[in-house]
Antibody, heavy 117, light 112 residues
Framework: EVQLVESGGGLVQPGRSLKLSCAAS????????MAWVRQAPKKGLEWVAT????????YYRDSVKGRFTISRDNAKSTLYLQMDSLRSEDTATYYC??????????WGPGTMVTVSS | DVVLTQTPVSLSVTLGDQASISCRSS???????????LEWYLQKPGQSPQLLIY???NRFSGVPDRFIGSGSGTDFTLKISRVEPEDLGVYYC?????????FGGGTKLELK
């Protein structure tokens, strides 16, 4: 059974950093591209970043480019999102999702990030 | 960025009714390879989103055949025949044809 479990969320002050993790199990992690998708409170979904199966290519939405870094450790079957220079508008639930080709076929339960002083 | 406009924003139905959700794109979603990267997701209350339809009309594994996706170019529709209680929640269309990938604003399906 495919399982994705995010961790690392919490309350952080504006301008500070946070690193999210997503532990994957139930499939061969190194075979799949992975992504982060976020959802601000009571709002819709927003794609954040994607990393291909071997980590050699990454893609970001403009609003997080230069501040967020997606990475992976295939030996540990873990996906990461390093978030620097956090802003109030980054407050959201962050979901880790597996990419079955181009679509998100499995999602984790999410981890909440609150950026506030 | 490609804007996906979903209508209606909210849809009240009686169990057993048919429901129809529209997703209109600001640009054609047909990629240069001829494929259309348009998906539908459902987010049930308190849960993560789940994939329903990929490539406009292909049902994901385990999705009942009462979910039917259709459309082309800029206009897409998700139809749910015979709505059941487990179908309630917020439906999102999504496109991966153009960078950045974008979601529609969502359509909330609720009971009348």
């Amino acid at each position: 059974e495919v399982q994705l479990v995010e961790s690392g969320g919490g309350l952080v002050q504006p301008g500070r950093s946070l690193k999210l993790s997503c532990a994957a199990s139930g499939f061969t992690f190194s075979d799949y591209a992975m992504a982060w998708v976020r959802q601000a409170p009571k709002k819709g979904l927003e794609w954040v970043a994607t990393i291909i199966y071997d980590g050699s290519s990454t893609y970001y939405r403009d609003s997080v480019k230069g501040r967020f870094t997606i990475s992976r450790d295939n030996a540990k079957s873990t996906l990461y999102l390093q978030m620097d220079s956090l802003r109030s508008e980054d407050t959201a639930t962050y979901y880790c999702a597996r990419l079955g080709y181009w679509y998100f076929d499995f999602w984790g339960p999410g981890t909440m990030v609150t950026v506030s002083s | 960025d490609v804007v996906l406009t979903q209508t209606p924003v909210s849809l009240s139905v009686t169990l057993g009714d048919q429901a129809s959700i529209s997703c209109r794109s600001s640009q054609s979603l047909e990629y240069s390879d001829g494929y259309t990267y348009l998906e539908w997701y459902l987010q049930k209350p308190g849960q993560s989103p789940q994939l329903l339809i990929y490539g406009v009309s292909n049902r994901f594994s385990g999705v009942p055949d009462r979910f039917i996706g259709s459309g082309s170019g800029t206009d897409f529709t998700l139809k749910i025949s015979r709505v059941e209680p487990e179908d309630l929640g917020v439906y999102y269309c999504f496109q991966a044809t153009h960078d950045p990938w974008t979601f529609g604003g969502g359509t909330k399906l609720e009971l009348k």
